[in-house]
């Protein structure tokens, strides 16, 4: 553990915004991107340091989603062609998922803003920054907030010293598709929000909704922490999966088991099997027994839709091979009850003895300012209803769509035109974007400068103590696209000059002041106070990754059925008698990346349906509604409707219906606007009674024809796996024939 005679916190504050001399920018010995003055233009005689046909690699760190995942950019003749991963990262050793893969269509996107915009005309920089100055000094900086997605690294610190200088405490950190009551159940079972979850280790996982190989926390990570799980030669066997959820995941179709439990129920279920464990002979513990001896098989099975047999089954299963795992996923959370949901599934980890064997310590980098601040959606709405009640007269916007994902019963996007002035740095014109006043077109993550600490702190095979800890680069990979187009730290400094221009007038760009931050804290960062300045800065941008030593954070079994009341079944409205699940996929995400046709182009994993949404139906029920594949339908809640196309899945339960959420762009771009139906906007204003979170999955809806019919677009060919009636797509293999125990 990190102590404060390790290094003195205090300079560190000093470094993020000024006490040091001013480093002056040098290139970087085979390219001179780092000054900032080179558009990009045909070679037709190539620089000295290009070697043509012959790839460069730097290391970044992929903006594509929150994991933070590290990733080596191919460069050839000036150009970023690919992006791989990176071997040295703890995170995805040298793995990298298709949304990842997809960043580098965001780079050269033809659809991205190329200068600022005032009321959608052209204009200066130098004219955007005074008219935010101007702006600014009519209004109090109580009266100025600033909503951004989750943050972390040198960025962070520079909007939190931009909020100071304004006198603001109004920065809100808001995630469309958040994990905040996951956070918040896993802090009272066991001390940390988010910690290290050890598939690998595990001989079973039982997971509640959690798609670790789709789209949750970290999921490349977790997908290769899978393969380790599953190979038949490692100590403890070839691990057996158990994924339960109402609707089936990427992660369900790869489970030796998928049960299909009642939407709500999952905590129900979890203090099923405690009970059934119980009666099994295990252990449990008094204030868990209070609670779990009333869930009797029988009443769990009537609630939950899952037969006695099968509970009895999973206690079987769990008490049978140990060490286990259980994950709650965004299925448990989606509840008014979500907390009370996750609680119960925390109980299962400290009955079956996993706490400190497969849910593990983990670490928090020892500067407050550079770590993760993490987003929900319960800000979004304290930034709603400061907006509604005229609170706030400046609004500034970067990495977030609110007017897209809110739902339309909050009426955001009327209180956000209530402001006086509205400022959206953006990529692209997206709903937001054109609601602002002022739009300030940013770099893409590949022409961009940056620091990222990931808020899943992974470790690395050969180092899995409690306190490593991490911090990455962002680095550009080439000269920038469109060359009026600026990173979000120089627009940052800018705004920083004009309230405090003393203290930051040594530090011409972000760049100076990201390198000198680093160069200050090199001791801290793992370097000597002997290293030469210019080389451990090089080192350090050649690995993309700066691993030290972090503040341990030990997990605790302390998960405690006190307090633990989950609601009795109810029965569906007759009007609305269907709930609605809106589904994350591992592309689409929450529709921040929906401007990236190979995106749209890559096939559901499960429907393999391309450029459209659709809503999925189970076969039962859309029998009873007369509902074929194709029809167009209309799925309707008390707050909102949307039209799409039916697909009949089994792999959901008869009493949900799930749509994808990410499409229905009204803006953003030409691969994005139109495609596709906003579920977002038809979300009832239900939410977690213990966090505020939004309850995704507390919408009920009922399902009607419009009397239009469709081919539905998809990759999975014609029925009966060949290709134009004569070859086989993929050869089917008898289970009986296949050994398991080995990969194949």
Same mark, same amino acid.
């Given at each position: 553990?990190? +102590?404060?005679?390790?290094?003195?916190?205090?300079?560190?504050?000093?470094?993020? !915004?000024?006490?040091? +001399?001013?480093?002056?920018?040098?290139?970087?010995?085979?390219?001179?991107?780092?000054?900032?003055? #080179?558009?990009?233009?045909?070679?037709?005689?190539? /620089?000295?340091?290009?070697? =043509?046909?012959?790839?460069?690699?730097?290391?970044?760190?992929?903006?594509?989603?929150?994991? $933070?995942?590290?990733?080596?950019?191919?460069?050839?003749?000036?150009?970023? &062609?690919?992006?791989?991963?990176?071997?040295?990262?703890?995170?995805?050793?040298?793995?990298?998922? $298709?949304?990842?893969?997809? !960043?580098?269509?965001?780079?050269?996107?033809?659809?991205? *803003?190329?200068?600022?915009?005032?009321?959608?005309?052209?204009?200066?920089?130098?004219?955007?920054?005074?008219?935010?100055?101007?702006?600014?000094?009519?209004?109090?900086?109580?009266?100025?907030?600033?909503?951004?997605?989750?943050?972390?690294?040198?960025?962070?610190?520079?909007?939190?010293?931009?909020?100071?200088?304004?006198?603001?405490?109004?920065?809100?950190?808001?995630?469309?598709?958040?994990?905040? *009551?996951?956070?918040?159940?896993?802090?009272?079972?066991?001390?940390?929000?988010?910690?290290?979850?050890?598939?690998?280790?595990?001989?079973?996982?039982?997971?509640?909704?959690? @798609?670790? &190989?789709?789209?949750?926390?970290?999921? *490349?990570?977790?997908?290769?922490?899978?393969?380790?799980?599953?190979?038949?030669?490692? =100590? #403890?066997?070839?691990?057996?999966?158990?994924?339960?959820?109402?609707?089936?995941?990427?992660?369900?179709?790869?489970?030796?088991?998928?049960?299909?439990?009642?939407?709500?129920?999952?905590?129900? &279920?979890?203090?099923?099997?405690?009970?059934?464990?119980?009666?099994?002979?295990?252990?449990?513990?008094?204030?868990?027994?209070?609670?779990?001896?009333?869930?009797?098989?029988?009443?769990?099975?009537?609630?939950?839709?899952?037969?006695?047999?099968?509970?009895?089954?999973?206690?079987?299963?769990?008490?049978?091979?140990? =060490?286990?795992?259980?994950?709650?996923?965004?299925?448990? #959370?989606?509840?008014?009850?979500?907390?009370?949901?996750?609680?119960?599934?925390?109980?299962?980890?400290?009955? %079956?003895?996993?706490?400190?064997?497969?849910?593990?310590?983990?670490?928090?980098?020892?500067?407050?300012?550079?770590?993760?601040?993490?987003?929900?959606?319960?800000?979004?709405?304290?930034?709603?209803?400061?907006?509604?009640?005229?609170?706030?007269?400046?609004?500034?916007?970067?990495?977030?769509?609110?007017?897209?994902?809110?739902?339309?019963?909050?009426?955001?996007?009327?209180?956000?035109?209530?402001?006086?002035?509205?400022?959206?740095?953006?990529?692209?014109?997206?709903?937001?974007?054109?609601?602002?006043?002022?739009?300030?077109?940013?770099?893409?993550?590949?022409?961009?400068? $940056?620091?990222?600490?990931?808020?899943?702190?992974?470790?690395?095979?050969?180092?899995?103590?409690?306190?490593?800890?991490?911090?990455?680069?962002?680095? =550009?990979?080439?000269?920038?696209?469109?060359?009026?187009?600026? !990173?979000?730290?120089?627009?940052?400094?800018? %705004?920083?000059?004009?309230?405090?221009?003393?203290?930051?007038?040594?530090?011409?760009?972000?760049?100076?002041?990201?390198?000198?931050?680093?160069?200050?804290?090199?001791?801290?960062?793992?370097?000597?106070? +002997?290293?030469?300045? #210019?080389?451990?800065?090089?080192?350090?941008?050649?690995?993309?990754?700066?691993?030290?030593?972090?503040?341990?954070?030990?997990?605790?079994?302390?998960?405690?059925?006190?307090?633990?009341?989950?609601?009795?079944?109810?029965?569906?409205?007759?009007?609305?008698?269907?709930?609605?699940?809106?589904?994350?996929?591992?592309?689409?995400?929450?529709?921040?990346?929906?401007?990236?046709?190979?995106?749209?182009?890559?096939?559901?994993?499960?429907? +393999?349906?391309?450029?459209?949404?659709?809503?999925?139906?189970?076969?039962?029920?859309?029998?009873?509604?007369?509902?074929?594949?194709?029809?167009?339908?209309?799925?309707?809640?008390?707050?909102?409707?949307?039209?799409?196309?039916?697909? &009949?899945?089994?792999?959901?339960?008869?009493?949900?219906?799930?749509?994808?959420?990410?499409? !229905?762009?009204?803006?953003?771009?030409?691969?994005?606007?139109?495609? $596709?139906?906003?579920?977002?906007?038809?979300? @009832?204003?239900?939410?977690?009674?213990?966090?505020?979170?939004?309850?995704?999955?507390?919408?009920?809806?009922?399902?009607?024809?419009?009397?239009?019919?469709?081919?539905?677009?998809?990759?999975?060919? /014609?029925?009966?796996?060949?290709?134009?009636?004569?070859?086989?797509?993929?050869?089917?293999?008898?289970?009986?024939?296949?050994?398991?125990?080995?990969?194949?």
């Amino acid at each position: 553990m990190m +102590t404060e005679n390790d290094f003195n916190r205090r300079d560190f504050l000093k470094v993020l !915004g000024w006490g040091g +001399t001013a480093v002056a920018l040098s290139g970087c010995g085979n390219t001179s991107i780092q000054d900032g003055q #080179e558009t990009v233009t045909s070679y037709v005689e190539l /620089p000295s340091y290009v070697i =043509p046909s012959i790839s460069n690699y730097f290391n970044s760190t992929c903006a594509q989603c929150d994991a $933070g995942c590290n990733i080596m950019g191919r460069v050839r003749e000036g150009r970023v &062609l690919k992006a791989e991963g990176n071997p040295n990262s703890p995170i995805n050793r040298g793995k990298m998922c $298709g949304l990842g893969q997809s !960043g580098v269509q965001a780079h050269y996107n033809p659809d991205r *803003v190329r200068q600022p915009l005032l009321k959608g005309e052209a204009i200066t920089w130098d004219k955007a920054l005074g008219v935010i100055a101007q702006n600014l000094s009519a209004v109090k900086g109580a009266e100025v907030a600033f909503l951004t997605g989750g943050m972390s690294g040198h960025v962070q610190a520079l909007l939190g010293n931009y909020m100071d200088a304004l006198g603001s405490k109004n920065h809100f950190s808001y995630e469309a598709i958040s994990p905040a *009551v996951l956070r918040a159940a896993n802090k009272k079972a066991y001390g940390v929000s988010m910690p290290r979850y050890r598939i690998d280790k595990a001989k079973v996982v039982v997971s509640f909704g959690a @798609d670790f &190989l789709g789209a949750w926390v970290s999921p *490349v990570h977790f997908t290769q922490q899978y393969a380790q799980f599953r190979k038949g030669n490692r =100590p #403890e066997g070839r691990g057996v999966l158990v994924q339960i959820e109402p609707k089936m995941t990427l992660t369900g179709a790869n489970a030796d088991r998928w049960i299909a439990v009642r939407p709500g129920t999952e905590g129900v &279920l979890a203090l099923g099997i405690i009970n059934a464990l119980g009666k099994a002979g295990l252990s449990i513990p008094a204030d868990i027994a209070a609670v779990s001896n009333a869930y009797t098989a029988e009443r769990v099975s009537g609630e939950t839709d899952v037969s006695a047999e099968q509970i009895g089954k999973l206690a079987a299963l769990l008490k049978e091979r140990t =060490p286990s795992l259980v994950l709650a996923g965004g299925a448990v #959370e989606g509840y008014a009850h979500g907390s009370q949901n996750a609680t119960a599934i925390a109980l299962l980890n400290r009955v %079956l003895g996993n706490v400190g064997k497969t849910v593990e310590a983990t670490a928090s980098v020892p500067f407050p300012q550079i770590a993760p601040t993490v987003g929900n959606r319960s800000s979004l709405i304290g930034l709603n209803d400061g907006l509604a009640a005229g609170k706030y007269k400046v609004v500034f916007s970067y990495g977030v769509n609110p007017v897209f994902s809110a739902p339309a019963s909050l009426k955001f996007r009327d209180n956000f035109a209530k402001a006086e002035f509205k400022v959206a740095f953006a990529q692209y014109m997206d709903e937001t974007a054109l609601a602002a006043d002022l739009v300030l077109p940013l770099d893409s993550a590949m022409e961009d400068w $940056g620091t990222v600490v990931p808020e899943y702190m992974a470790a690395p095979a050969e180092d899995h103590s409690a306190a490593y800890a991490q911090m990455s680069f962002r680095q =550009p990979l080439m000269q920038k696209v469109f060359p009026d187009t600026r !990173g979000v730290g120089d627009i940052l400094l800018a %705004l920083l000059k004009q309230r405090e221009a003393d203290k930051y007038k040594e530090f011409e760009d972000f760049y100076s002041y990201l390198r000198s931050a680093v160069l200050k804290n090199k001791v801290a960062l793992g370097g000597k106070a +002997t290293d030469d300045d #210019e080389t451990f800065w090089d080192n350090t941008l050649s690995q993309g990754i700066v691993p030290f030593k972090g503040i341990a954070n030990p997990v605790s079994a302390k998960a405690s059925a006190a307090g633990l009341k989950l609601p009795s079944a109810v029965t569906a409205d007759s009007s609305y008698p269907l709930r609605l699940i809106p589904a994350v996929s591992a592309s689409m995400r929450d529709g921040r990346n929906a401007n990236e046709p190979w995106l749209q182009e890559s096939p559901d994993p499960l429907t +393999t349906i391309v450029w459209d949404s659709w809503v999925e139906i189970n076969p039962k029920t859309a029998a009873k509604l007369g509902i074929v594949e194709g029809d167009i339908v209309e799925v309707a809640s008390k707050s909102g409707s949307i039209r799409t196309q039916a697909y &009949l899945f089994p792999g959901i339960h008869p009493d949900a219906v799930s749509v994808p959420v990410g499409y !229905g762009h009204e803006a953003m771009g030409r691969y994005a606007k139109g495609v $596709g139906a906003n579920v977002f906007g038809m979300l @009832d204003t239900v939410f977690d009674k213990e966090t505020g979170e939004l309850a995704l999955n507390e919408t009920s809806v009922k399902i009607s024809k419009v009397g239009q019919r469709v081919i539905i677009v998809k990759e999975e060919g /014609p029925v009966g796996g060949s290709q134009d009636g004569k070859k086989k797509i993929a050869v089917q293999v008898s289970a009986d024939k296949v050994d398991l125990s080995k990969e194949v």
